[in-house]
């Protein structure tokens, strides 16, 4: 077999060895159906048994209220930039809040400004997204249809701790990229949503998990796929869901909860992880893009000298240290270190990088 490496990627990212393991030892028949999990129909009642059990292991990780709906959606969490004002701000005659820490929130708002008044009650630009507002600095609406947020910026690594408050309206959080990376009290939420391929699998399914009464207030006559409520009311199988997809976001729950213990531990793994890069991050050498106080967990952002960014990451790729290059709109590198990096690799990193600076400082 190929030899694998690590895989820095933000996403597509890397999976739980455990969790492809799992997935290959089934591939070609499942047991006692003798079904591929890619052929199988969404009809059949293994599926029904694969989505029981995956909302019920996802309702007991993260502690998930009864008054609270998960379902399981297409169109990644781009599409979500849309349904959710479709759904909640058309037709309000209110403004939606949007508080833009990143390019994700920048994206999110475009959308909004489609279906409705949206009101940027923050925006990070003018430091290019190094940090979250002060309290003080961001301006709510007296009455909005929702506050949109995203928890963590992929891009720019800046992360809100994980039930961040911000007034009295419904807060929804774009959750794609540090989903199940922590603990986090749904019940302070009137929704949230992740794409799969960060830290919940593989990508072409999104989770949405949305409060009743939010569900209830939705706009009406929306076009059939685009209403919360047929998903809800079909449990996800209105018409043929990413049936693979959500087989292996089941399989990822297992793990959290079997392998790893649940979030809380999931949390500490993942500090643990993320405090082997931030503290290399001296503020000369290396400079960390977000300030520390908001620092993702999930995505390690930091920039050095621009002419050692090419010898860095060669010497990264020959210790099969991969896709460090970051964005260009933030320049310099970007360790994504999601649920599934073990350690290992995030420790070869730390002592490269220490070394790295050793030879060229
Ligand atoms: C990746 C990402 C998205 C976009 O997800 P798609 O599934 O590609 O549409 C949105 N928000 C955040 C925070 C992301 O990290």
């Known amino acids: ?58 309702r007991e990780l993260l502690g998930i209220p009864q008054n609270y709906q998960i379902v399981f959606l297409q169109g990644g969490a781009s599409t979500q930039f849309s349904m959710v004002p479709m759904n909640f701000l058309r037709g309000t005659n ?12 920048g994206k999110a708002v475009a959308e909004a400004q489609r279906e409705g008044t949206v009101n940027v ?6 430091t290019n997204y190094d940090r979250l507002p002060a309290a003080n600095d961001v301006k709510l609406s007296p009455q909005a249809a929702y506050v949109h947020i995203t928890s963590n910026e992929t891009i720019q690594g800046v992360q809100f701790p994980a039930n961040p408050t911000f007034g009295a309206a419904p807060l929804i959080s774009d959750l794609s990229s540090d989903f199940l990376c922590r603990p986090v009290d749904v019940g302070q939420y009137g929704m949230i949503y992740a794409c799969a391929q960060k830290n919940a699998g593989i990508s072409s399914v999104t989770i949405a998990i949305i409060r009743d009464d939010l569900l209830e207030r939705g706009a009406k006559n929306l076009p059939t796929m685009f209403d919360f409520r047929t ?36 949390a500490a793994h993942n500090a643990a992880k993320c405090k082997l890069l931030y503290d290399v991050l001296d503020g000369e050498f290396y400079q960390g ?15 050095m000298k621009e002419e050692l960014e090419k010898p860095f990451i060669k010497g990264a790729e020959q210790l099969q240290l991969m896709e460090l290059k970051g964005h260009r709109s933030v320049g310099g590198m970007r360790a994504s270190i999601y649920n599934a990096m073990p350690i290992e690799g995030v420790k070869i990193l730390s002592e490269y990088m220490q070394d790295f600076r050793k030879k060229n400082g």
């Open 1 to 58: 077999m190929t030899q694998r490496v690590y895989n820095f990627s933000p996403g597509p990212a890397v999976l739980p060895l455990p969790v492809m393991e799992a997935a290959q030892r089934d591939l070609l028949a499942l047991p006692g159906i003798g079904i591929s999990p890619l052929e199988i129909s969404h009809r059949h009642k293994w599926f029904d048994g694969v989505l029981a059990d995956t909302k019920g292991t996802l």
């Open 94 to 105: 209110l403004p939606a809040d949007f508080v833009v820490t990143g390019a994700w929130g």
């Open 121 to 126: 009650a923050w925006d990070g630009k003018a």
């Open 231 to 266: 998903h809800v009311k079909n449990d996800s199988v209105y018409n043929t869901p990413p049936v693979f997809a959500i087989y292996v976001f089941q399989l990822i729950l297992q793990w959290i909860k079997n392998d790893i213990g649940g979030l809380a531990k999931m």
């Open 289 to 303: 893009h977000a300030q520390p106080n908001c620092r993702s967990t999930m995505n390690v952002t930091f920039r």
